[in-house]
């Protein structure tokens, strides 16, 4: 799926949820003076990081397309992503950034991928809840050839309830266009929402999702609507030389339902999905990180070309340069 490893980089609104859950330790904050925010250069809050590594896929798809090959290929990643935060006034704050995202396969390079990914998040405190508009647009190319241009508008809120539950939703709504797919250009909407629970701070929570989604797409066979839900588990620990891992685990169902009769199929489409997946990170240096994920899918579909069992594998060396 050629929109989830991006998405699930840094630049993800996971920022929000890292800022407010760090307000659990005020201690471990300490206030600016004015006098030290003046001498505070812009590039504090830049980071830039530098990543490279091998996937491997035993079903190489293109979920945009609906496209599954049955064919499995090892690919080689590059990816540079840049992130800013800055601090606008008393309780106002800005983060941009930009991903890109370069996969080479070793044999199938119709399924190339160069990603191209930026956002702009507005977001401020008010009374104690977090609230916000954001901008993501979202640029893809399969093979050499143009694939997707996609924007998002979204606002949300965000509130740590207590000590132990911070609260996340938002409403967006997609703009997609898909070059050489006639038919497939769609609007969407996106209703979101996510709970942390804090078993023992940061060290050890539990995740829960939902989300809600609607396509509609220029020609009808394309329409559907979407409930999705997750479960996860995050646990920090130590290993042998007491090198700091973090592991995550995750589990995804979706149910995609179509509105209208596919005519290749002589009914309407259902899809069932679920994804099984693994994370693991740990610091090799104080700027070199080493990522580790394994995944498995399951889709069923009334639509036998959709319907398939995968897996990946990815090994990736994170360098962060700022």
């Excluded at 800013?84 to 008393?90: C, M, S």
């Excluded at 979202?138 to 132990?164: C, H, P």
Aim: hydrophobic share 35%; proline share 2%; aromatic share 10%.
């Amino acid at each position: 799926m050629i929109f989830s490893a991006p998405f699930s980089r840094s630049v993800f609104p996971g920022a929000l949820f890292t800022s407010a859950i760090l307000s659990i330790w005020p201690s471990v904050l300490s206030a600016q003076t004015a006098e030290q925010a003046d001498e505070t250069c812009w590039t504090d809050g830049l980071d830039v990081s530098a990543t490279g590594g091998l996937r491997f896929e035993d079903n190489l798809v293109v979920d945009a397309l609906d496209v599954s090959s049955a064919e499995s290929d090892f690919a080689a990643i590059a990816e540079l992503d840049l992130g800013y935060e800055d601090q606008i006034g008393d309780n106002t704050e800005l983060r941009t950034g930009y991903l890109l995202e370069d996969r080479r396969y070793f044999e199938e390079q119709d399924f190339n991928l160069q990603l191209h990914y930026t956002y702009l998040d507005l977001s401020r405190d008010l009374a104690g809840v977090t609230a916000g508009a954001r901008v993501d647009v979202t640029y893809a190319r399969v093979g050499g050839e143009s694939l997707l241009n996609k924007q998002m508008l979204s606002g949300y809120v965000s509130d740590l309830v207590t000590r132990k539950l911070y609260v996340r939703s938002s409403l967006s709504y997609e703009n997609t266009r898909l070059d050489g797919a006639p038919g497939r250009d769609n609007q969407g909407q996106r209703l979101d929402g996510s709970a942390f629970y804090f078993l023992d701070g940061t060290t050890q929570y539990l995740t829960a999702k939902a989300r809600y989604h609607r396509e509609d797409a220029d020609d009808a066979v394309y329409d559907y609507q979407s409930p999705r839900v997750s479960f996860g588990y995050v646990q920090r620990l130590s290993l042998l030389d007491e090198t700091p891992v973090r592991i995550r685990a995750d589990w995804r169902y979706e149910i995609r339902r179509y509105d209208e009769v596919d005519p290749g199929l002589n009914a309407k489409r259902r899809d069932y999905r679920q994804r099984w997946r693994v994370r693991l990170d740990a610091p090799v240096t104080d700027s070199v990180t080493l990522e580790l994920k394994a995944e498995h899918r399951n889709y069923n579909s009334n639509n036998q070309a959709l319907d398939f069992d995968d897996n990946r594998i990815e090994m990736l060396v994170e360098v962060a340069l700022l």
